[in-house]
Protein backbone atom coordinates (compact mmCIF):
# COMPACT_ATOMS: atom_id res chain seq x y z
CA UNK A 1 0.00 0.00 0.00
CA UNK A 2 1.13 3.40 -0.82
CA UNK A 3 1.37 5.79 1.61
CA UNK A 4 2.64 9.29 1.84
CA UNK A 5 2.10 11.28 4.87
CA UNK A 6 -1.44 11.48 6.03
CA UNK A 7 -2.79 10.31 2.86
CA UNK A 8 -2.68 7.46 -0.09
CA UNK A 9 -0.06 8.00 -3.16
CA UNK A 10 0.49 6.62 -6.37
CA UNK A 11 2.32 3.33 -6.46
CA UNK A 12 3.36 4.52 -9.91
CA UNK A 13 4.53 7.85 -9.86
CA UNK A 14 4.23 8.89 -5.99
CA UNK A 15 1.83 11.66 -6.39
CA UNK A 16 -0.41 12.10 -3.30
CA UNK A 17 -4.29 11.77 -3.66
CA UNK A 18 -4.36 15.42 -3.02
CA UNK A 19 -2.20 16.25 -6.04
CA UNK A 20 -4.57 14.31 -9.09
CA UNK A 21 -7.81 14.24 -10.09
CA UNK A 22 -8.38 10.50 -9.43
CA UNK A 23 -6.60 8.00 -7.44
CA UNK A 24 -7.67 4.17 -8.11
CA UNK A 25 -7.34 1.48 -5.21
CA UNK A 26 -6.28 -2.15 -5.61
CA UNK A 27 -3.90 -4.06 -4.18
CA UNK A 28 -2.43 -0.53 -5.34
CA UNK A 29 -2.66 1.99 -6.20
CA UNK A 30 -2.78 4.59 -9.33
CA UNK A 31 -3.71 7.72 -10.18
CA UNK A 32 -5.08 8.92 -13.53
CA UNK A 33 -1.81 10.39 -15.12
CA UNK A 34 -0.25 6.96 -14.36
CA UNK A 35 -3.41 5.54 -16.62
CA UNK A 36 -2.41 7.11 -19.53
CA UNK A 37 1.46 6.38 -18.74
CA UNK A 38 0.78 2.65 -18.56
CA UNK A 39 -1.35 2.91 -21.99
CA UNK A 40 1.57 4.91 -23.56
CA UNK A 41 3.98 1.84 -22.60
CA UNK A 42 1.83 -0.88 -23.53
CA UNK A 43 0.97 0.69 -27.15
CA UNK A 44 5.08 1.41 -27.81
CA UNK A 45 6.57 -1.77 -26.02
CA UNK A 46 9.89 -0.19 -26.89
CA UNK A 47 9.42 2.69 -24.64
CA UNK A 48 9.58 3.49 -21.43
CA UNK A 49 8.11 6.90 -19.06
CA UNK A 50 9.96 7.87 -15.99
CA UNK A 51 8.40 9.31 -12.98
CA UNK A 52 9.71 10.50 -9.89
CA UNK A 53 9.60 7.11 -7.64
CA UNK A 54 9.83 4.83 -10.58
CA UNK A 55 9.99 4.02 -14.45
CA UNK A 56 7.35 2.60 -16.30
CA UNK A 57 8.18 0.24 -18.53
CA UNK A 58 6.20 -3.57 -20.34
CA UNK A 59 6.59 -6.43 -19.07
CA UNK A 60 7.90 -8.96 -21.45
CA UNK A 61 6.35 -12.06 -22.64
CA UNK A 62 8.99 -13.78 -20.75
CA UNK A 63 8.22 -12.68 -17.38
CA UNK A 64 5.37 -15.18 -17.02
CA UNK A 65 5.39 -15.03 -13.33
CA UNK A 66 4.85 -11.44 -13.16
CA UNK A 67 1.51 -10.42 -11.27
CA UNK A 68 -0.86 -7.77 -11.74
CA UNK A 69 -1.12 -5.60 -8.57
CA UNK A 70 -4.10 -4.83 -8.95
CA UNK A 71 -6.51 -8.37 -10.32
CA UNK A 72 -3.65 -11.10 -9.69
CA UNK A 73 -3.52 -12.10 -12.76
CA UNK A 74 -0.35 -13.23 -14.36
CA UNK A 75 1.50 -11.69 -17.51
CA UNK A 76 0.83 -15.05 -19.70
CA UNK A 77 -3.01 -14.37 -18.84
CA UNK A 78 -2.78 -10.96 -20.51
CA UNK A 79 -2.14 -9.61 -23.29
CA UNK A 80 0.12 -7.03 -21.87
CA UNK A 81 1.41 -5.79 -18.95
CA UNK A 82 3.00 -2.44 -17.39
CA UNK A 83 5.35 -2.06 -14.11
CA UNK A 84 6.68 0.47 -12.23
CA UNK A 85 9.13 -1.07 -9.65
CA UNK A 86 7.88 -4.05 -8.01
CA UNK A 87 3.92 -2.85 -8.90
CA UNK A 88 2.43 -4.05 -11.83
CA UNK A 89 -1.00 -2.84 -14.16
CA UNK A 90 -2.29 -5.65 -16.94
CA UNK A 91 -4.33 -4.38 -19.77
CA UNK A 92 -7.78 -5.81 -18.35
CA UNK A 93 -7.02 -3.64 -15.33
CA UNK A 94 -6.05 -0.48 -17.49
CA UNK A 95 -9.53 -0.57 -19.46
CA UNK A 96 -11.21 -1.00 -15.68
CA UNK A 97 -9.40 2.26 -15.28
CA UNK A 98 -10.18 3.57 -18.31
CA UNK A 99 -14.27 3.34 -17.09
CA UNK A 100 -13.55 4.61 -13.66
CA UNK A 101 -12.04 7.83 -14.81
CA UNK A 102 -14.60 8.56 -17.63
CA UNK A 103 -17.61 7.99 -15.00
CA UNK A 104 -18.35 11.25 -12.92
CA UNK A 105 -17.88 9.07 -9.66
Request: hydrophobic letters at 35%.
Given at each position: ???????????????????????????????????????????EPSRTVSTPIATIQPVSDEARGEQCSFCGK????????????????????????????????
Amino acid sequence: MAVLGNGLSCSFCGASQRQVRKLIAGRAYICDGCVGRAHTVIAEPSRTVSTPIATIQPVSDEARGEQCSFCGKHRYEVAAMASAGDKQICDHCLELCDDILDSDV
